[in-house]
């Protein structure tokens, strides 16, 4: 039980991550993204990338921290891979969607954003392969905390469920104390009266992207180094990354993070009653319990 | 002036049509008609299907089957079930076959056989359908005896599994298997021979691909604190749990089905850690008589029979031929089925897989003997559903690598297989 309490935090912290930049584009662009996922897939395979030519230009950096099993290579290599991703989202935005946007109508952006999806994930193949890979071949074992009832804990997913929030309260301080992160949420509230008073709107929407693209290659590493890489993280993610939007309430950060950790919990904590076959349904029951319950989700708001 | 070339064109084909005919039926008296499903549009099906006609070639050579030449009526299924069931029902109700071989994938042998063989009592023998769902439905009594397949079930890798736990003498093992057909077979049978052997299954724990995490998956089979741990799994999903088994403290004792032999799971879960990991898979037999297969092929193709169920094809072509020399003139489906056990006897007398051999056979039949088939996969026997079982071989990870560790011959697998039941 506390075990699967455990497993369903990491799991949590992941999907949170995904699910706030998820949440800041549906909001603002007001569009459902199902290419949001994909960009973990990009996050983790360019800090896979730039792991492995730190690792053999700068030896001394192919270190383990602590007893992570990051290295200070991986660290700087997930800076980079923010920051590529990050403007990636950019790109596809200026590619696709702003041009759908000035003509087309949401759905029409809905279905941009699949296409695009698949586009990129067959890229990913295409470029790196169908296989497995992983940062580091290194299997961290885990601390044995009880051995009855089994509880055990990995440094990794304490350090990735810290980071997760220490993430979560720089961007809560940004959103809330900043004239930056008014006009964001300005821009999400209405975007001609945002654009009335003066705030560059497309220069707000560079920003949602940046901000979600670069959290969403936070949350592609950290799958990374708990799980594997392979081409089909945004096919395997994008579902439970929306589920814990839509049960946090599509716009609220806040209502991400708990999405995010409710969802993981849920489908942990679902194995103690269920078999595990059934796990992966898990997420969107608990979509419709909550829609049900209250239709903008635990955090969202209604509106026009 | 159009029409009447239309009208001459046609009239020209009838004439054609008419000679062919007629020449046809002046030179071979007597043919007896078998038909072929088989997916010849696709690169790997067209070869099982020219090695069929390879046999069918043999036979006619060494005098026919009941003194008729035989004709392979050979249609393509491209691999769609649809198409399949309907090249079957053609062959059967305007060509009148009372022999059906194919298909190749299970999801088109299994229409063909529920809705064309079993309905028109016609025997289906198939070279590499290899789901145990026919097991099931010939247990059931659906088959009828009317189904043989010469491609070994996942039956044979649960069972060496079974034999590996044994061996090593584990007392407890927890099981996590693929959810899918596959995955849900191998498991259900595993966790039977495991049984008949006396290992305790302490947990089974299903394995869907893409999940997020299978840490909660892997600490619920962790739970009944096992021996060893039997993977029933793909590389992609294999990695990912066994090196969270391997993380949170599970046992290095393994054993895992043919699908985990791959590069990729050795260099992600670490050759350091799969010192105790054994995998088991099913074999080409080490026999003799599946040498002269390759050398036969060889001979006739003039290339190595390296595709998939070559040698499968190749037995269950003669083997059916046999059959219905067994039957005799003019027998129908279910004669010719029932007739597949005085050719596969392991009391007869052996008999070579060639021209020679059918020659062979067709005296020793007729005299009301039995003989036993050797063939391009050893000497096949199908048990009660018409299934066979194979040779297997049990393997381990190198740093270049699997090595081989044991090798199992048919007999040793079957009485293996026979001693659990």
Request: neutral net charge; contains cysteine; proline residues 3%.
């Amino acid at each position: 039980m506390i075990q699967h309490l455990l497993d369903g935090i990491l799991v949590g912290s992941i999907l949170s991550l995904g699910a706030i930049g998820l949440t800041m584009v549906m909001h603002i662009l007001r569009f459902a993204n199902f290419s949001h996922a994909e960009l973990l897939s990009i996050g983790a395979y360019v800090a896979l990338v730039f792991d492995q030519m730190f690792k053999v230009t700068m030896p001394l950096m192919a270190n383990a921290i602590g007893s992570l099993s990051m290295t200070w290579a991986l660290v700087l290599a997930t800076i980079f891979s923010i920051v590529f991703t990050g403007v990636s989202a950019v790109l596809f935005d200026w590619l696709v969607f702003r041009r759908i946007r000035q003509k087309g109508e949401e759905l029409s952006m809905v279905f941009a954003s699949f296409g695009l999806a698949l586009i990129v994930r067959n890229l990913i193949g295409l470029i790196f392969g169908l296989n497995t890979k992983l940062y580091s071949q290194d299997i961290v074992f885990a601390t044995v905390l009880s051995r009855d009832p089994l509880l055990v804990v990995k440094l990794d997913q304490l350090a990735t469920f810290s980071i997760t929030l220490v993430l979560m309260v720089i961007i809560h301080i940004v959103l809330s104390r900043t004239t930056f992160g008014y006009s964001l949420r300005a821009v999400g509230e209405n975007p001609e009266l945002a654009q009335v008073n003066g705030i560059n709107l497309e220069r707000a929407i560079m920003a949602v992207w940046i901000i979600g693209g670069g959290l969403a290659a936070m949350a592609g590493v950290f799958y990374g180094l708990t799980n594997q890489i392979n081409p089909m993280i945004g096919r395997d993610l994008v579902l439970p990354v929306f589920a814990a939007t839509i049960v946090g309430g599509i716009g609220s950060i806040y209502g991400a993070l708990l999405g995010g950790f409710i969802v993981g919990l849920a489908s942990n904590l679902a194995l103690i009653i269920l078999p595990s076959g059934y796990s992966p349904s898990v997420p969107f029951i608990i979509i419709l319990a909550v829609l049900l319950i209250r239709p903008n989700g635990l955090f969202g708001e209604a509106r026009a | 002036m159009k029409k009447e070339n239309g009208s001459f064109a046609l009239k020209l084909c009838v004439a054609i049509c008419l000679a062919l005919f007629a020449s046809n039926s002046v030179s071979q008296a007597c043919t007896t008609k078998v038909g072929a499903v088989l997916p010849t549009s696709v690169d790997w099906g067209r070869p099982i299907a020219e090695t069929a006609q390879f046999v069918v070639e043999q036979v006619n050579e060494s005098g026919g089957v009941s003194g008729c030449k035989i004709e392979m009526i050979l249609r393509d299924t491209q691999v769609d079930p649809k198409v399949g069931v309907d090249a079957a029902k053609a062959l059967v109700d305007l060509d009148g076959v009372q022999l059906l071989l194919g298909a190749v994938s299970s999801g088109v042998s299994m229409p063909i056989l529920t809705s064309v063989s079993v309905p028109s009592k016609v025997m289906q023998m198939s070279c590499c359908s290899s789901s145990t769902a026919f097991s099931k439905l010939a247990e059931d009594g659906k088959t009828k005896g009317l189904w043989y397949r010469t491609f070994a079930t996942t039956g044979v890798q649960s069972a060496v599994g079974a034999k590996v736990a044994k061996d090593r003498g584990f007392k407890t093992v927890a099981i996590l298997y693929k959810n899918d057909d596959w995955g849900q077979d191998l498991n259900r049978l595993i966790t039977r021979d495991f049984g008949a052997l006396g290992i305790k299954v302490t947990s089974a724990v299903a394995i869907n691909d893409g999940q997020p995490s299978y840490k909660a998956e892997v600490t619920n089979a962790l739970s009944g604190n096992p021996e060893a741990l039997y993977l029933g799994l793909y590389p992609n999903e294999g990695t990912a749990a066994v090196r969270e088994w391997l993380s949170l403290g599970g046992t290095q004792n393994m054993i895992m089905a043919n699908s985990l032999k791959s590069e990729d799971f050795r260099e992600n879960v670490g050759l350091q850690y799969l010192d105790n990991a054994f995998g088991t898979d099913t074999a080409s037999p080490r026999v003799a008589s599946a040498d002269e297969f390759v050398k036969l092929y060889k001979n006739h193709f003039g290339k190595e029979p390296s595709g998939p169920g070559l040698a499968n094809s190749y037995d269950a072509t003669m083997i059916a031929l046999l059959a219905m020399e067994a039957a005799g003139k003019g027998a129908t489906g279910d004669q010719i089925a029932s007739q597949v056990s005085r050719v596969t006897d392991p009391e007869g007398t052996p008999i070579t897989a060639d021209a020679a051999g059918f020659k062979a056979a067709r005296t020793i039949l007729a005299e009301g003997g039995n003989v036993m088939y050797q063939g391009a996969t050893g000497n096949v026997r199908f048990d009660k559903n018409g299934d066979v079982s194979a040779p297997a071989v049990v393997w381990k990870f190198t740093d270049t690598g699997t090595k081989e560790i044991e090798y199992l011959s048919l007999t040793e697998v079957d009485e293996f297989i026979a001693s659990m039941n």
